[in-house]
């Protein structure tokens, strides 16, 4: 009589699971079914799984849960000093009573956002009642130089006209009425503050007394912009009457925001500072071209590229014409450059000295600008600067003069 082998014994590691329909040796022999010659099945197999199966039984005891906002288990850090923003708990209920239920999503935040950005647009253009900032500055007239110095100290409040909340500031000078490109000074660009620094001085050249009592200095704070165009801040207006000749004034103004009214004018041609001297050691006049001042605009980019031209007349051929070097794209030249006329001082006395200021072009003609005469012919200041030549020798005499019509070629002069 054969006996059927029991089954191997469960195995000890976890991952076999034993069947539960095995039978013991014992349950098998006492069966009343089986025979002598019968054979018992075989045992099933183990159940296998996957590790992956198995770490995921284990491992993972539920759902994961969505995490509603991830920032919100970090701290926020701000460059720059700001209001930290309500509460989430409220802006879930402002949500829920704009759009009278729950669950807005991503469509909410796109409304909020448009909602945030109109707030914005409606504080910047109430002009009227945000404060602009300050601006601190002096003034100093040198009359004897024929110069106005300008210096920039600083300005405080600056309003923030970056999305960091702050400022790119930089100030710009205007002389009023005039040309604004041959008029325009600017200190440098400070970044990133809304109390800037300066302490930068500018110079108006070729200012003389009467230019006091009619021009005014406009002064605008401007935020540069890399990507689009400068932001006009705010500006303040000095009128140069109440500046006495010699004191350094300094002002403390607030910025304000002045409508800007056009002024047709007619156009000023600019000045140049010349000065002469006889030499009766060489028996030769000396002619020193320094520098002009608010010439007008001759390019299409608002710029001149200017350069003067100097005759003795009546003309002595060649050597009685001289001119300077050109300057490239720029209303305020300095030239700094002299040249020598051979003649005794009795025949001077009967020239003509003609100073005309052009505009180079490359390839077409040169562009009149203005010019100035000196000699017997002239009159007012300029022949009082020619008589001071000839009485002080060996001095070197410096005057202002403002170009005029004097000297253009036919096609410029007027009918």
């Not at 700001?82 to 708990?89: F, I, K």
């Not at 108006?204 to 406009?218: C, E, F, N, Q, V």
């Not at 001095?395 to 410029?412: C, I, M, N, R």
């Amino acid at each position: 009589m054969s006996v059927s082998k029991p089954p191997p014994p469960p195995s000890t590691s976890h991952l076999a699971i034993p069947p539960s329909s095995a039978s013991t040796p014992s349950s098998s022999a006492s069966s009343p079914s089986a025979t002598p010659h019968s054979i018992a099945p075989p045992p099933p197999s183990p159940v296998k799984i996957s590790m992956q199966e198995h770490f995921a039984i284990n491992v993972c005891p539920g759902p994961i849960l969505p995490i509603p906002q991830i920032s919100d288990f970090f701290p926020r850090f701000h460059d720059y000093p700001c209001t930290p923003p309500p509460p989430r708990e409220k802006k879930i209920l402002k949500e829920e009573t704009f759009n009278g239920e729950t669950g807005g999503g991503y469509k909410d935040g796109e409304r909020r956002g448009e909602n945030e950005g109109d707030k914005e647009e409606l504080i910047d253009s109430d002009d009227e009642d945000t404060y602009l900032g300050t601006l601190e500055f002096s003034l100093l007239f040198d009359q004897e130089n024929n110069c106005l110095h300008c210096t920039i100290h600083k300005a405080k409040g600056l309003k923030a006209m970056d999305s960091n909340g702050l400022a790119d500031p930089y100030v710009k000078l205007h002389l009023l009425p005039g040309a604004s490109k041959a008029n325009k000074l600017r200190t440098k660009t400070l970044k990133n503050t809304l109390n800037p620094v300066w302490n930068e001085t500018l110079v108006y050249h070729g200012i003389t007394a009467a230019d006091m009592t009619t021009k005014t200095l406009r002064l605008c704070v401007c935020d540069m912009d890399r990507l689009g165009r400068n932001e006009f801040i705010g500006e303040v207006r000095v009128a140069l009457k109440k500046l006495k000749e010699g004191e350094n004034k300094r002002y403390n103004m607030g910025l304000e925001r002045i409508a800007q009214v056009r002024v047709f004018l007619c156009p000023q041609r600019g000045r140049i500072l010349v000065s002469l001297c006889y030499n009766t050691e060489k028996g030769c006049l000396l002619v020193g071209i320094i520098r002009c001042a608010h010439l007008a605009a001759m390019d299409s980019n608002g710029y001149s590229d200017p350069f003067v031209k100097i005759v003795l007349q009546p003309d002595m051929g060649k050597k009685s014409k001289y001119k300077t070097s050109v300057k490239k794209k720029t209303l305020n030249p300095e030239f700094n450059e002299e040249f020598s006329y051979e003649v005794s001082l009795d025949q001077l006395a009967k020239k003509t000295l003609e100073i005309t200021v052009w505009d180079y072009d490359l390839g077409m003609s040169n562009d009149f600008i203005g010019g100035v005469e000196l000699g017997i012919n002239a009159s007012g200041q300029r022949l009082r600067h020619w008589f001071e030549c000839l009485k002080n020798k060996g001095k070197k005499v410096e005057y202002w003069h403002t170009l005029t019509q004097q000297g253009a070629p036919s096609s410029d002069k007027p009918d």
